[in-house]
């Protein structure tokens, strides 16, 4: 059985991935570079102001979801140049930005005697799976 396809569109759509595992922050920030990244900007304002991304990024309800509650740290991201995200703690719930650059401690200063250990968002880890929309038989 074929999946119906919701539209004739021909553009390729871009699934963002994160993992559900990480901290919601990193989680929130994994989903942000991924759309960064297909709008071609460097800050979350731009890919906010950014007309044509409708259609071709598409965010599940959780990521949807995810993004609403961390939006906090969204404005703070940077994808390129002096690149910024985000290292947070699966423990405390803490986050702190930082250069990309740097590693997360292996045990969380965040939060006085938490015995977590932060997880950095890596502007580039999760890969999306692009979708071609299937040739049209016989063309
Ligand atoms: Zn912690």
Redesign the pocket.
């Known amino acids: 059985m074929r999946q119906p396809r919701p539209s004739s569109k021909k553009r390729a759509v871009v699934l963002v991935q994160h993992d559900p595992l990480a901290p919601r922050p990193v989680q929130a920030a994994q989903i942000a570079f991924k759309v960064m990244a297909v709008a071609k900007v460097d800050t979350w304002a731009a890919a906010l102001e950014h007309s044509s991304l409708a259609g071709v990024v598409e965010l599940t309800d959780e990521q949807q979801r995810i993004l609403e509650q961390e939006r906090a740290v969204l404005p703070y991201l940077v994808r390129r140049g002096a690149i910024i995200t985000v290292h947070a ?1 699966s ?4 986050y702190v930005f930082a250069d990309s650059k740097s590693a997360p401690g292996a045990r ?1 200063t ?2 006085l005697g ?1 015995s ?1 250990a ?1 997880v950095k968002a890596s502007t580039t880890g999760f890969r999306p799976q692009t979708m071609p929309l299937e040739p049209t038989p016989g063309a």
């Open positions: 703690c423990v405390c719930g803490r969380c965040l939060r938490c977590g932060p």
